[in-house]
């Protein structure tokens, strides 16, 4: 149980993954067991060396998911850890049901949570202090005597110290002669300050020489300086989640511990090629728990490595290393110069660089491709998430330049329509009609859908394929509704952003207006434009 | 210029806001002139001490700024500052137009930002580092003999102290001995870590004398640890941006910096009465600039005192001190039970409570609501966000446990239809038709809208006011989509979040499905339903 092979992460340095658990407490969030399975698998991807699965017995999900973990999860770096709490006061630790489920889970590892603060034993389990470390003593002893490995998660350890250091120091010291391997320090109601953590983990290290932990809440804004703080006071064992995700404001974010800990410390905490996961690995976890990826997110937000301001942008031009703390390959993200009304000319002419188009031999070309921008910006539009459209717009303004005309296109509209009724039996009909020239011929479809959109998606399709077959393999993969000016309602202006894939990459567009519908009609149009062009189709009705 | 009145915060410790200059480098943000006063006004509320409204002559917008500032803003607590750079590389820097326009634009307090690494000397500024030094005299010196107060930003000072600690100090030294009241240490890469930013500060006070400041930016998720740990290191000027906005990840967050010299330092660092506003503030600034208030910010997010596990719940009961780290009242936010299916009954009778409806004494009516509360969060429909929905919900499932019958609504919908078409001119027309009964008559109406939603909530009204005169003074104020189960472009379920208001208060109500019109209509729906209830109006058809 507790061997490691030579694939797993070194047991000198813990990264111990919660999201599962105490992820999972976030509101807004609430996974199934397939969602904590794949989750369970990206973590593993990223080398992290324990994954917390929750709590067996405390809800059938839970259950379920240590179940089916056993038969699926075929886990490459990390151990499974089942999280549970004590025995209950006054009840011999073979009889209680709540620790023979986390022997049932067969997880390799578990995690106890034990009170800490004396005032919490009092009041919360109403039970006497030394019960309490008897329940300690006796949870971690049952469980070691039956091969499982034990942390014991020390809850609210720092207000507790704060109220009666020795006490807190005692229930450490109970797990520790029991044979728990690590005694985690948690800053359970996240109210700490990293100069505090450090002080108080350095004392306890000290006193008791049990190996330590460092849980923390983000609370103050610090969780991620805490657990540094803790590692700088000795702690070798740091419990995070995916992107902060926590109860409140979150816990300390697994992604800039593990960055800071390899890339400011210079300690392999991860094996060997992962740490370039991370970007990847972050955002493919939001999407499961459907979240939005934190855009600012430290080292993996889209927003991490961009640089908008005009100052910078020349800059950047001499040297990127001037500019930003750590290569962002390291990590697998990259450096994004963004179009925006603040940036002047210097950020276009790079993002145009980006994309192929050399625009620094004509500047009266440059300057007409950032005046455009402007007024589009300033009608709604962002080009910072749509790529693409700003792509069709630098490729029609530069054809507009040398020719006069915009740049030829692959379709000419038409009309289009959409109806949404309500049936007496409370479902509804969605469809939409388009009326299209591509090729010479008018193309004229109608479709039914899910929605509106959906419906009006199908028409467009199904007429333009007749003209296009390279359509089939492109498909919608997200659509995103932003309403803008907020505080009118529905009367606000809307941006809708449609990202399409083709299977072998993912382009966004925008679209703008007072209308839902019609901000999605020309999002979708763009959409359809670029992944024509993409694929190498010539324009030209 | 540099008296401070009674009603201004003390100078020994500077708390200086840069949401106006470096917090609109943040990737989304675009700001107006009339944007960036509403929010000075915002940030002079919150009693800061320092606020820097941009860069006079950078661009036309700041320039005009600073103009408008000096007639329309009557600031009570803060000054207002102007950033700008030192004088141009051999350059006289009485001929120097940037320098000349912080002194035009007449604001009392000018930062001048310097460079302080020998690298960015040599490859951005091309200059010699003596030049540098000279520049960074000659501009401070000008600006004291113009009688302005002026405080250094040491660009890029923790990389060049790395780099050349002698020449860092050097630049330092240079803008403390021609007169700058603050020398800024800036972490302007972010790529620090707080003992780093200890132990230079510390060094750098003790070396050179000079008063220090720190200017952290987040990219390694630490700006508020660092700006504290400065402040551990003898820096007693701190430069933040409300709700940390700021280029790539952002910059120091304002509210958990002054949070933490607040309540954790016990340091007034605000006037008296101000903190309380924290979280008022926050959500207000978000408004202006267009972004959604992060929930899970501390201390102001609607999630920072969010308690959602069972566990906790119930001993919220008995001590909600036992689980926050602060009064959340003392910053302006309040504790909120949430409603979800992770929770127990524990935290459905404690929202219940918080509505007015005591569900403690029917064990049999607590689970139902419990159990239709599961049901619908697993089709999409989330209650955390919406609680007038949630007690319509609580409101039916309680009426049909006493009489067998759903709770009475104020009408019944027969049926509805939207229709949205494109225009040959580019134009859209939107039409809405409902069909309702009420107080036992039909009503029909029709309405056109700037979009769907907008036609079917006009027609919802015309018809319904005939009956229901009360509705005149409810508008609509938010409206948000957002797409569950992603991956499917538009064949998702769509989740519709209404936010309503009369006057005198708001709620939020929740539509799901994969229909985007549908959703909206149950949405809106529930939102006059909860309104007309709100209002004192009783029910039956």
Redesign the interface.
Known sequence: MTGTTSRRPHDGFHVFDTTLRDG?????I?LTVADKLTIARHLDDFGVGFIEGGWPGANPRDTEFFARARTELGLRHAQLVAFGATRRAGVRVEDDPQVAALLESGAPVVTVVAKSHD??VE??LRTTLEENLAMVRDTVGHLRAHGRRVFVDCE?FFDGYRANPEYAKAVVRAAHTAGADVVVLCD????M???QVHAVVSLVHEDTGARLGIHAQ?????A???T??AV?GGATHVQCTAN?YG????NA?LF?VV??LEL?YDRRVLPEGCLSEMTRISHAIA?VV?LVPS?????V?V???????GL?AS?IK??PD?????SPELVGNSMRM?V???AGRASIELKGKELGYDLSADRELLGRIVERVKER?SAGY?Y?AADASFELLLRDESERHRTGEPAARYFR?E??????????DGT?A?EATVKLWAKGERLVSTAE??????AL?KALRLALERTHPELAGM???????R??????????V?RVL?EMTDGRGEWSTVGV??????AS?QALDDAYTYGLLRAGVRPGG
Not at 295 to 299: A, K, M, N, R
Not at 303 to 309: D, N, V, W, Y
Not at 449 to 454: K, L, Q, R, S, T
């Open positions: 999972a407490q976030r509101e807004g609430t005032r919490h009041l919360a609210h359970t109601n996240g109210g300050l990293p100069a983000d609370d103050t804004g610090c991620v300086a805490n540094l703080a700088d902060g109860e409140r404001v979150g974010n800039p960055a800071a400011k999407e459907n855009t600012h997110q430290p080292y937000g927003s991490a490595f961009a640089h908008k301001a910078h800059a001499v040297d001037l500019y930003q703390h750590i963004l925006s009304d603040m910006e962002t910072e509209v009309s289009w329509r959409a109806i949404v009724e309500d049936r007496p509804h969605n859908g899910n929605g509106p959109v959906n998606d498909d919608l993969v997200d659509y995103k509704v309403i803008l000016w907020g505080e009118q309602g529905t009367k606000s809307t449609v207006g007072t209308n839902v519908i019609a009609w």
